[in-house]
C-alpha cells in the first residue's frame, strides 16, 4: 500500500513540474516573440526616418542634379551674416555650373566649348573648395544660409535645364549650354559685385574679383560662339 501511495505521488509530482516548464516554456516564446515582433518594427520606422529625412532636407533646401532652378533658401537665411549667406549661395551656383559643365566632353560638337567646360570644372571646384575653407573657418557653428534673394541667384539658376541639356547633342547641345551658361555666368557677376560692396572680408573680395574678370570673360566668349554658331545652324 505504501509502495503504490509513493509511485502515485511520484507520478503526480512529474506531472506537476512538466506542466510547469511547459507553461513557463510557453512564457519565455511568448517574449522572445514580443520582443522580436516589437524590435522589427522599431528599426524598421527607425530606418525609414533616417533614409527619409536628410534625402528630403537635401531635395528640399539644396536640389539636386536635375533640379537646381527649384532649389528653396535655407530657413532664416536672410538673417545671418552677409558673408555666410555668400559663401553658401556662390558654393551652391557654383555647383550648378559645375554640373551643367560636366555632360560637354561627352555631347558637344565643338573642342573649344569641350575646353571652356573643363576650365569652368577647375576653375569653380578650386574656388568651391576655397569657400567651405573659409565657411568652416569662419561660421562653422552656424546653419546654413544659401539665399535665393541675393542679387542675381535666383534669376540665373531657374533656367537650369538639366533634362533638356541631356536631350541634346551637337550643335544644338553646344547652343542650349551656351544659353543657360551664360545667365548663369551673369548672375554669378551681379553676386560678386555685390559682395565688393557689402562684404566685410577682404579674401571674399578678392575672390569676388576673380570671379568678376573670369566670368566675365567667358560669357563675352560665349555670346560671339553664340552669334557664330547660330548661323551654321540656320544654313
Not at 537635401?58 to 537665411?77: I, K, R, T, Y
Not at 535666383?154 to 542650349?176: A, I, T, V
Not at 565688393?196 to 573670369?214: D, F, G, H, V, Y
Request: a neutral charge; aromatic letters at 6%; glycine letters at 6%.
Amino acid at each position: 500500500m505504501k509502495t503504490k501511495f509513493l509511485i502515485l505521488f511520484l507520478v503526480i509530482v512529474a506531472a506537476t513540474g512538466l506542466a510547469c516548464n511547459s507553461q513557463n516554456q510557453f512564457g519565455n516564446n511568448s517574449a522572445l516573440n514580443h520582443n522580436s515582433h516589437a524590435g522589427t518594427n522599431h528599426n524598421t520606422a527607425t530606418t525609414a526616418t533616417a533614409a527619409n529625412v536628410p534625402m528630403n532636407h537635401q531635395d528640399m533646401n539644396h536640389g539636386s542634379a536635375m533640379n537646381h532652378s527649384e532649389m528653396q533658401s535655407s530657413p532664416g537665411a536672410a538673417s545671418a551674416p552677409y558673408d555666410l549667406q555668400f559663401l553658401d549661395t556662390m558654393i551652391a551656383h557654383h555647383q550648378g555650373a559645375v554640373e551643367m559643365s560636366k555632360p560637354v566632353e561627352a555631347k558637344a560638337g565643338r573642342a573649344e566649348l569641350k575646353t571652356l567646360a573643363k576650365n569652368i570644372i577647375a576653375d569653380q571646384e578650386k574656388e568651391i573648395a576655397q569657400m567651405k575653407k573659409w565657411r568652416e573657418e569662419w561660421f562653422a557653428a552656424l546653419p546654413p544660409a544659401i539665399n535665393m534673394e541675393m542679387a542675381g541667384m535666383q534669376d540665373s539658376m531657374k533656367g537650369m535645364d538639366m533634362k533638356k541639356l541631356e536631350s541634346l547633342k551637337g550643335n544644338e547641345f553646344d547652343l542650349e549650354f551656351i544659353n543657360q551658361m551664360t545667365p548663369h555666368h551673369g548672375g554669378a557677376v551681379i553676386m560678386a559685385k555685390e559682395a565688393l560692396r557689402k562684404s566685410q572680408k577682404e579674401e571674399i573680395k578678392t575672390l569676388a574679383n576673380a570671379i568678376i574678370k573670369a566670368q566675365e570673360a567667358e560669357i563675352k566668349q560665349m555670346k560671339d560662339w553664340q552669334a557664330s554658331w547660330s548661323k551654321e545652324k540656320s544654313q
